[in-house]
């Protein structure tokens, strides 16, 4: 025989049911456009990667479309581009917003100031970044070349040479991005104890060896997990290339992998290869997040 129900817990139940649709709504829109947006386009292109599409019918492929990326003297290139950049925007875009979060965690006085100044670039529109270092790097009256000129040394064809291209498109990433990571490593910076400073300067330690006995080690977490995150974001490179050197570059010297399934999808109309190789991407770089969600896990514990 059941309980009878009481009011009570009838009226507390409504009560609560009330409080709490309008959560479960927002809740489950942001799942919906989740799926839509982030599911769905991961399942469909797994799909995609193993049909082809020839005269309005698709058809099962098998790993047709595999084979042909794999063959295509431009996917190895492409590959090759991928890693120069991540290696070059790793010495750049790593080790240059670490040492600048060193230098204005020695200021004292405009610390916000110089915050904003620094984190700036990352508030601008990326499309504006990459016009406005477009506009540097012109061959003629590009601020760079005049600056060169001024120091009596020849000017450069920054975007147009094979040996300078890889280069800018880095050098324009790192400016854009550096405020956001500069900002993580002053707050972990300022995190660490003065004390373990004040006993290294009693013990005669000088500034270097600061920063490699105490800084680094204390950092050391953090540090790594903004590596690996670094290496995900800089192989996923697209806006920079695409619009500095229109995506190939002179003898394709910045196409990456990103801007080659762009190619593959919207200039040669071979959806199948597009999706072949960013699944290729996909599973790469989702090793490199099961590391971070490793590194991740180990913080919290």
Not at 228 to 243: D, G, S
Request: glycine share 8%; net charge neutral; with cysteine.
């Amino acid at each position: 025989m059941s309980a009878p129900t009481l009011p009570g817990s009838r009226e507390a139940f409504v009560r609560a049911f009330k409080r709490n649709v309008s959560a479960h709504g927002f809740l489950i829109g942001a799942v919906l456009c989740f799926a839509f947006f982030s599911w769905y386009p991961m399942v469909r292109e797994f799909v995609l990667a193993f049909q082809k599409t020839e005269n309005g019918v698709t058809h099962w492929a098998g790993l047709d479309n595999f084979r042909y990326v794999f063959n295509d003297p431009n996917f190895w290139q492409a590959w090759r581009n991928t890693l120069l950049f991540t290696g070059l925007a790793l010495i750049l875009g790593f080790v240059v917003p670490f040492l600048v979060a060193v230098v204005l965690n020695e200021f004292r006085h405009a610390q916000g100031f110089l915050r904003l100044l620094v984190y700036l670039p990352v508030m601008m529109p990326p499309v504006a970044s990459v016009l406005l270092f477009k506009y540097f790097y012109d061959p003629g009256y590009g601020l760079f070349n005049r600056i060169l000129v001024f120091l009596h040394l020849p000017a450069q064809d920054w975007l147009q040479s094979t040996d300078t291209a890889m280069l800018s498109v880095v050098l324009a990433a790192t400016w854009m991005n550096m405020g956001g990571a500069t900002l993580i490593y002053l707050a972990a910076l300022q995190g660490i104890p003065g004390e373990l400073y004040e006993a290294a300067e009693l013990d005669g330690a000088g500034l270097l060896r600061k920063i490699w006995h105490i800084t680094i080690p204390q950092t050391k977490l953090i540090l790594s997990l903004m590596l690996l995150m670094q290496i995900i974001a800089t192989m996923q490179v697209f806006v920079e290339p695409f619009l500095l050197t229109g995506g190939a570059g002179p003898e394709g010297s910045t196409t990456t992998v990103v801007v080659l399934i762009y190619q593959y999808a919207f200039n040669f109309n071979q959806y199948g290869g597009a999706a072949a190789l960013g699944l290729c991407l996909l599973v790469l770089l989702a090793g490199f997040s099961a590391a971070y969600v490793r590194l991740s896990r180990d913080n919290e514990n």
